[in-house]
């Protein structure tokens, strides 16, 4: 799913990595009112980049 794999952090060498994934969802909704009346639930990932707690944070890859 996250094309490109990074192993560690290149600003404090942190090996454990988090990823920030921005997701897209499938719902329909009443023209009318708004209302949700049903959920798809997740379709894909949008976007996504690599984080450290250091506060580095990786280059957003659009999917
Ligand atoms: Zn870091």
């Known amino acids: ?5 990074q192993d ?14 921005q997701i897209a969802i499938g719902r329909i909704v009443s023209a009318r009112t708004g ?5 798809k639930g997740i379709m894909e990932v949008t ?5 450290c707690k250091c506060g580095w944070a990786g ?3 659009a999917q």
């Open 47 to 51: 976007c996504w980049n690599y984080l």
């Open 35 to 39: 209302k949700v009346l049903e959920n």
């Open 8 to 21: 560690k952090c290149p600003k404090c060498g942190n090996d454990n990595l988090k990823i920030y994934e």
């Open 59 to 61: 280059e957003i890859h």
């Open 1 to 5: 799913m996250h094309g490109m794999y």
